[in-house]
């Protein structure tokens, strides 16, 4: 079965084409992530010492931590998701995607690798972000800020090998700039503003420990 993805002649054997529409793939995809930011704005609501902006990000580290978990966890750990006859949606949303980076499909190496780092390393910090900053934990900044790091390597090395092996992986002009461009550009500008505000934190802490050091001197 030909297969639409670029190169042409990648080596795809067994193929079976995406049977869901992308209308689906990507309704399900928003439904499911607006559940979750919902449940998780209601809860967070419950506690009058959560700031709305702590909420908020309370429900960018469940929609993340999720997402690394469970979709990338799957398309880490099935390598042979593009022969998928049953239309499981998982197996629908990356074969939709590969056309935007045919590296999934094609099962490349560093993808592969960053992928699995992510979904292994990072989905279940994300979730304990939930927890730390629900609970007030001393951590919790420490805890953003360490993740929000590992995105940003991820991302930059998963669009800087693109540029390297030629950028030339998208079926289309709109599959470039639709999936491969801004559905990751989210992982570079949320990580790095929250990354900047747990930076201000954590040193303001720390002058602060240091000032009343002082003083007791």
Excluded at 22 to 32: A, D, E, F, K, R
Aim: proline letters at 4%; a positive charge.
């Amino acid at each position: 079965m030909e297969h639409p993805y670029v190169p042409r002649d990648l080596q795809l054997p067994g193929y079976v084409p995406v049977s869901l529409s992308q209308s689906t793939i990507l309704t399900v995809y928003g439904l499911s992530s607006l559940l979750v930011v919902s449940l998780v704005w209601f809860l967070s609501g419950r506690s009058r010492s959560i700031s709305k902006l702590d909420r908020l990000l309370m429900c960018w580290w469940a929609f993340t931590g999720l997402t690394h978990i469970i979709l990338e966890g799957y398309f880490a750990f099935s390598p042979e998701f593009y022969k998928d006859k049953t239309g499981f949606y998982l197996a629908e949303v990356w074969k939709e995607y590969s056309k935007g980076d045919s590296r999934y499909a094609g099962r490349d190496s560093t993808i592969v690798a960053v992928e699995g780092i992510t979904s292994v390393l990072e989905g279940p910090p994300c979730l304990l972000a939930v927890y730390a900053i629900a609970k007030g934990k001393g951590y919790s900044y420490i805890l953003q800020f360490a993740i929000s790091l590992g995105q940003l390597y991820g991302t930059f090395v998963y669009f800087i090998t693109a540029y390297l092996e030629g950028d030339n992986f998208s079926a289309s002009p709109f599959y470039y700039y639709a999936y491969y461009v801004l559905a990751n550009s989210f992982w570079l500008l949320i990580p790095s503003l929250i990354a900047i505000r747990c930076w201000k934190k954590i040193s303001s802490a720390v002058q602060s420990q240091s000032q009343k050091k002082n003083k007791i001197r």
